[in-house]
């Protein structure tokens, strides 16, 4: 027996998924549980007609359910149609359902303002309560984001952080070993003595914590977290 909810727990979804079979899969997951699927549509640029067809009728949905990559090149269109909504409607809520974390779309979509936004992997949707909650938490104005997400952007913020402690200088003779250049070559295109490049490269291997146990790998090591940042 299907739990039903209050009316005032229900939500107005929008659902943008090019996969018919999911599409439907998600209508009846939400339908189920006692919410309104108002539209579903295939490509982003019916997802943007369409509630902007609910604006000028004053319904627009509480929530918005968009795969990221949608047609017609299966690229980007379905988060980029998701940043445009909150940008010109940012009472909607946007959920948007990925195959795999994205890191690039992730940040794109949770610029700025985090409420009312969400970021889920596809197989989340298998954990049929999980995802509904999601659904719900959005719409209301609160945050889903899969823990897969939060794992990948809180690691590149770690590598940030870490680089964010060197000083201008010591960044740009950072830059120039990254360009494969000697200490003598560096001391050279920056105009100061190779004593002072040594301290420089010193001070950048204790900062990121680089030990002297690492030996002549911590000029490679540098250079790949200088590059991965």
Known sequence: MRELLNVDDRVRVVIAEDSVLLREGLTRLLTDRGHDVVAGVGDAEALIKTVAELAAEDALPDVVVADVRMPPTHTDEGVRAAVRLRREYPGIGVLVLSQYVEEQYATELLAGSTTGVGY????????????????VRVARGGTALDPEVVAQLLGRSRKQDVLAGLTPREREV?????EGRTNSAVAKQLVVSDGAVEKHVSNIFMKLGLSPSDGDHRRVLAVLTYLKS
């Open 120 to 135: 889920l992997l596809k197989d989340r949707v298998a954990e049929v309560r999980e995802f509904l909650d999601a659904v």
């Open 174 to 178: 950072l830059g120039l070993m990254a």
